[in-house]
């Protein structure tokens, strides 16, 4: 019998191969699964948009008016006896990228933005601005 013929095992050349085939797979399959990521990503920080608002509308009917900064809905508020720590957002909201939600109160008016993966004004696609018309 021949040690040829009795061979186990592959060779550099196979293992190679199957390597390629692997990383070829990969290289179509990341892409999607980043672009479902981010579309996720949006989602939440839709979700997340929406109970910050109603945790503004707990504090405006608690409060008469509308926190000065959104830490207020996580902090004892020395304007509001009626709000307290115990609030309905457990921590100070960051968007699901990490960046800080957009907050601007004028007058008894507010407006509340995520500014998308980039963090930054504008930009489109996964980098664009989620504001309150397109959680309503």
Known sequence: MSPISNRKGMTLIEIMIVLAIIGGIAALLLPRLTGQLDKAKQKEARIQMSQIVNALSMYYTDCGKNPAALENLVTQDANCSNWGPEAYLK??????????????????????????????????GYDSDITLEDIQ
């Open 91 to 124: 921590k100070s909201p960051k968007d699901p990228w990490g960046h800080d939600f957009v907050y601007e109160l004028n007058g008894n008016e507010y407006n509340l933005k995520c500014l998308g993966k980039d963090g930054k004004e504008g930009g489109s």
